[in-house]
Nanobody, 130 residues
Framework: QVQLVESGGGLVQAGGSLRLSCAASGRTFSSYAMGWFRQAPGKEREFVAAISWNGGITKFADSVKGRFTISRDNAKNTVYLQMNSLKPEDTAVYHC???????????????????????WGQGTQVTVSS
């Protein structure tokens, strides 16, 4: 069982930055791939970024590539999402998720699929004003 708690959301002007954190409970955090997803009002939850269990592989949605980075600290049971050059369209509730993903090429296909993640946090609101 893994429990996830996000923090770091808030209100920021366009062009600004925020760093989201996701703290995980449990001793098996390092065995899970971690993902960030977001959901805007009236829209489906969509993939943002993912990182493999050891941080060696990352993947980003095209909409955030070059602006967001994902990292993890397994000693602190925490995954981070650094968001730079924020745009109003980044406004959403951001959720972190944990899942056991296959290794190899399949990781890239599975990491964007929210059904592959077993545990979810409650989310943190990010609002970007224009």
């Amino acid at each position: 069982q893994v429990q996830l708690v996000e923090s770091g959301g808030g209100l920021v002007q366009a062009g600004g930055s925020l760093r989201l954190s996701c703290a995980a409970s449990g001793r098996t955090f390092s065995s899970y791939a971690m993902g960030w997803f977001r959901q805007a009002p009236g829209k489906e939850r969509e993939f943002v970024a993912a990182i493999s269990w050891n941080g060696g592989i990352t993947k980003f949605a095209d909409s955030v590539k070059g602006r967001f980075t994902i990292s993890r600290d397994n000693a602190k049971n925490t995954v981070y999402l650094q968001m730079n050059s924020l745009k109003p369209e980044d406004t959403a509730v951001y959720h972190c998720a944990a899942g056991k993903l296959p290794s190899g090429f399949a990781w890239f296909a599975f990491s964007v699929d929210k059904s592959r993640y077993d545990y979810w946090g409650q989310g943190t609101q990010v609002t970007v004003s224009s």
